[in-house]
């Protein structure tokens, strides 16, 4: 699907231009024209991109036919930038998906690819349609608002996760079972998955903000810096995160650890305080020849009572020596 908008130096914006249309304005200045593409074929795209508007194949290419971190070129009369906008794959979860956008910025026009619908752009499009404004002041101001759109969308993600994180540890010292241990690595991957793609995207804006570019007003300049403080803050927290979960996981493997050291002890003292009764019973167990050596005398009814009365003393004795020598 193609949604243009074209807003021409006087008068209201006007939308869905055909192709011909789209060649006959592109050349005007003063004017700002938005292509926003979306899962249309690939012939189609390629012909629009190298035909209507003369990019170069390397930069069609990358942008219809590969997957790329964010980064930004420089093609001299436009750019290229590739930018990621990410979204939990399901509520109550920390698993991130993004989705990639691929961006064609020039003096007059801004075109934009991508394979699935992205809320950003839906939004920046309801915008421009209530107020023209967001036209009237260029494509580099519109750029600025398609990426302030996308990086607001990280704070919720980031704030997701935060209250994953702090269920996680509530529930560190009631459940240390493998539905826990799996939810805190989905979290390390979550947040690893966001450090890779927040860095580059980063360091886009900044060199948006720096003015190596010649497409980029200086008046726009500002815009661009303030979105890559966001960035460099949403980069901390991040940060801050994962030394959370690296605690987390710390946490849970020492609860375990503990668990593990007091079961072991547990055992250890029931086998020691019943370590002489086993010897008591093994001892009496022994078969003993009566015609050999006459020893009526250790299964008479007095040994046996004071056997049975060894038996229950020896551990109770063991039990309190252990308590005053502060083992158990």
């Given at each position: 699907?193609?949604?243009?908008?074209?807003?021409?130096?006087?008068?209201?914006?006007?939308?869905?231009?055909?192709?011909?249309?789209?060649?006959?304005?592109?050349?005007?200045?003063?004017?700002?024209?938005?292509?926003?593409?979306?899962?249309?074929?690939?012939?189609?795209?390629?012909?629009?991109?190298?035909?209507?508007?003369?990019?170069?194949?390397?930069?069609?290419?990358?942008?219809?036919?590969?997957?790329?971190?964010?980064?930004?070129?420089?093609?001299?009369?436009?750019?290229?930038?590739?930018?990621?906008?990410?979204?939990?794959?399901?509520?109550?979860?920390?698993?991130?998906?993004?989705?990639?956008?691929?961006?064609?910025?020039?003096?007059?026009?801004?075109?934009?690819?991508?394979?699935?619908?992205?809320?950003?752009?839906?939004?920046?499009?309801?915008?421009?349609?209530?107020?023209?404004?967001?036209?009237?002041?260029?494509?580099?101001?519109?750029?600025?608002?398609?990426?302030?759109?996308?990086?607001?969308?990280?704070?919720?993600?980031?704030?997701?996760?935060?209250?994953?994180?702090?269920?996680?540890?509530?529930?560190?010292?009631?459940?240390?079972?493998?539905?826990?241990?799996?939810?805190?690595?989905?979290?390390?991957?979550?947040?690893?998955?966001?450090?890779?793609?927040?860095?580059?995207?980063?360091?886009?804006?900044?060199?948006?903000?720096?003015?190596?570019?010649?497409?980029?007003?200086?008046?726009?300049?500002?815009?661009?810096?303030?979105?890559?403080?966001?960035?460099?803050?949403?980069?901390?927290?991040?940060?801050?995160?994962?030394?959370?979960?690296?605690?987390?996981?710390?946490?849970?493997?020492?609860?375990?650890?503990?668990?593990?050291?007091?079961?072991?002890?547990?055992?250890?003292?029931?086998?020691?305080?019943?370590?002489?009764?086993?010897?008591?019973?093994?001892?009496?167990g022994i078969n003993f020849f009566q015609a050999v050596e006459p020893l009526a005398a250790w299964t008479s009814r007095p040994a046996f009572i004071a056997m049975l009365a060894a038996m229950t003393v020896t551990p109770l004795v063991m039990y309190l020596w252990?308590?005053?020598?502060?083992?158990?």
């Amino acid at each position: 699907m193609i949604t243009t908008y074209y807003q021409p130096p006087a008068g209201e914006y006007q939308s869905g231009l055909s192709m011909d249309q789209l060649a006959s304005v592109l050349p005007l200045a003063g004017g700002l024209l938005w292509v926003d593409l979306l899962d249309e074929p690939l012939e189609s795209c390629r012909r629009l991109l190298l035909e209507t508007f003369g990019f170069h194949p390397l930069a069609v290419d990358d942008a219809l036919e590969e997957q790329h971190v964010p980064r930004v070129d420089d093609w001299g009369n436009y750019l290229y930038l590739v930018l990621h906008t990410v979204l939990l794959a399901q509520q109550e979860t920390t698993e991130i998906d993004t989705l990639e956008l691929d961006i064609f910025l020039g003096h007059n026009y801004l075109v934009t690819y991508h394979t699935q619908p992205i809320d950003v752009i839906s939004r920046v499009q309801r915008a421009c349609q209530r107020d023209d404004r967001h036209l009237r002041r260029g494509a580099g101001h519109l750029l600025y608002k398609l990426i302030d759109e996308l990086v607001a969308d990280y704070m919720p993600v980031v704030d997701q996760i935060d209250e994953v994180i702090d269920r996680v540890e509530d529930q560190i010292f009631d459940d240390t079972g493998t539905v826990l241990l799996e939810e805190v690595f989905t979290l390390k991957r979550g947040l690893l998955h966001l450090r890779r793609i927040i860095a580059p995207q980063r360091e886009v804006l900044n060199k948006l903000a720096r003015g190596d570019f010649a497409v980029i007003r200086p008046e726009d300049r500002v815009f661009f810096r303030d979105i890559y403080d966001h960035l460099v803050r949403l980069y901390d927290i991040t940060e801050g995160l994962r030394d959370l979960v690296g605690g987390a996981l710390d946490t849970y493997l020492s609860v375990v650890n503990n668990r593990m050291n007091d079961v072991m002890k547990t055992l250890t003292i029931i086998t020691t305080l019943f370590m002489p009764v086993s010897f008591l019973a093994g001892f009496f167990g022994i078969n003993f020849f009566q015609a050999v050596e006459p020893l009526a005398a250790w299964t008479s009814r007095p040994a046996f009572i004071a056997m049975l009365a060894a038996m229950t003393v020896t551990p109770l004795v063991m039990y309190l020596w252990m308590r005053r020598r502060r083992l158990v």
